[in-house]
């Protein structure tokens, strides 16, 4: 069954503080995306990953970066963590975009910066 | 502005009752996905439906490609239900970035 997890589940920063979020996934997807969620603004594009060495930027990616080391890890890093970073992040992976296909979102990453 | 648009944004129904969903999108789209978010924040694909009628059990979504527009039809609505409907499209071009809507939150009552 396809999976996706992150971790931590929960985490609270300090403001100026470093922040890498992890997602791990089973799938052997492709793709793999990071999505911030907040009231009013729905799910938002941070970073994407094509495969393995790739980056892409998304909508929103001021402030974060992202890395994928191999094909089931894509992480996302916040080097100077703000308190308008506080959100909930979801990682999701993907592949060949087509009617057949979907994306496999994670549990989420509950983050608050202090 | 908001490129996908759902409505309502809101909804409460009684068990049983059938449930309606709007999408509409802004620009092309050569792919769109309904994605159910429980209350307890977990994101799960319904279905994909670009163009088309397509069903998966009570589940029915109607996508009209030229008029930017498609709905998710719940029939016999469950308490089990309830939750956050989201709806998605590709930005035309880049059929692996995906844009969603605000949602529809939906409350079935017993």
């Known amino acids: 069954e396809a999976a996706v997890t992150q971790s931590p589940r929960n985490k609270v920063a300090v403001t100026g503080g470093k922040v890498t979020l992890s997602c791990n996934q089973t799938n052997n997807h492709n793709n793999m995306y990071w999505y911030r969620q907040d009231t009013g603004h729905g799910l938002r594009l941070i970073h994407y990953s094509y495969g393995a060495g790739s980056t892409e930027k998304g909508d929103i990616p001021d402030g974060y970066k992202a890395s994928r080391p191999s094909q089931e890890n894509f992480s996302l890093i916040l080097e100077l963590a703000t308190p308008s970073q506080t959100s909930v992040y979801f990682c999701a992976s993907g592949d060949h975009w087509g009617s057949q296909n979907t994306l496999y979102f994670g549990a989420g990453t509950r983050l608050s910066v202090l | 502005g908001q490129q996908v648009q759902q409505s309502p944004s809101s909804l409460v129904l009684q068990e049983g009752e059938n449930a309606e969903l709007q999408c509409n999108f802004s620009s092309t789209a050569t792919q769109l996905q309904w994605f159910y978010q429980s209350p307890g924040g977990s994101l799960v694909s319904l279905l994909s439906?670009?163009?088309g009628t397509k069903h998966t059990g009570r589940l029915t979504s109607t996508t009209v490609t030229k008029e930017r527009r498609s709905s998710l039809h719940i029939s016999s609505s469950q308490t089990t239900d309830s939750g956050t409907y989201l709806c998605a499209i590709d930005r035309e071009g880049n059929t692996r970035k995906l844009i969603f809507g605000l949602g529809t939150t939906l409350q079935v009552q017993p």
């Open positions: 439906n670009p163009s």
